[in-house]
């Protein structure tokens, strides 16, 4: 499955359009990775731990996104954005959404 964060593809054309697909993960952050992620930040500079576990969850929003938009039948999705929110202070939530297309070659 494509996935773009254009509205369009180059030297395709969209062929039908299912609508709004997207992928939701919520994570919670050990107690372990808090505890030597409070250290890292008194020094500055990037968390490892917090950042490995963004990537994981983008990729995990995005893989069911893509789930969702097969679902409907489509081949690619387009326009695909991300959003995160904090959930009691302890939790991430992270979305991937865009909207699900069947596309073909140009011709």
Known sequence: MLVSTMNDVPGQEIVRVFG???????????????FS????SLGGGEIP??????YQSRHEAIMRMCQHGMSFGANAVIAMRFD???????????????????IRPAQ
């Open 84 to 102: 995160c929110n904090e959930i009691a202070g302890t939790m991430s939530e992270v979305a991937a959404y865009g909207t699900a297309v069947l």
């Open 49 to 54: 731990e917090y950042t490995q576990l963004l």
């Open 37 to 40: 992620a409070g250290f890292r």
């Open 20 to 34: 709004e697909v997207a992928g939701l993960t919520v994570r919670s952050r050990s107690f372990g990775s808090n």
